[in-house]
């Protein structure tokens, strides 16, 4: 069984930062790409931004110079420093991982339970 669990949501004012982190647990062989997603109230689920094993990363073009994703390997984890936040910020933020399961060696798209995030004055 594999998990991601979340932490770093809550409530920042506009042009604040704010740090969200994810942990991929449980009988893993290999984390292949692991992302940050985001759904706003009413709105469909979309892709903030994605990182590869080798480091290779995609943004939305909404976050582009204002987030950045980065992944510690050796510890399954993944964060998205997240500045200069906006209103249109706010969502709940999913972690997002492509597993290859050990003894199995199974794909698995595994997700997080969600962090809310809410970018008010």
């Known amino acids: 069984q594999v998990q991601l669990v979340e932490s770093g949501g809550g409530l920042v004012q506009p042009g604040g930062s704010l740090t969200l982190s994810c942990v991929a647990s449980?009988?893993?062989?290999?984390?292949?790409?692991m992302g940050w997603y985001r759904q706003a109230p009413g709105k469909q689920r979309e892709l903030v931004a994605a990182?590869?094993?080798?480091?290779?990363?995609n943004y939305a073009d909404s976050v582009k110079g204002r987030f950045t994703i980065f992944r510690d390997n050796a510890k399954n984890t993944v964060s998205l420093q997240m500045n200069s936040l906006k209103p249109e910020d706010t969502a709940v933020y999913y972690c997002?991982?492509?597993?290859?399961?050990?003894?199995?060696?199974?794909?698995?798209?595994?997700w997080g339970q969600g962090t809310l995030v809410t970018v008010s004055s």
């Open positions: 997002n991982a492509a597993i290859t399961a050990k003894y199995s060696y199974r794909y698995l798209e595994v």
């Open positions: 449980g009988n893993i062989f290999s984390v292949n790409v």
């Open positions: 990182i590869t094993s080798g480091g290779g990363t």
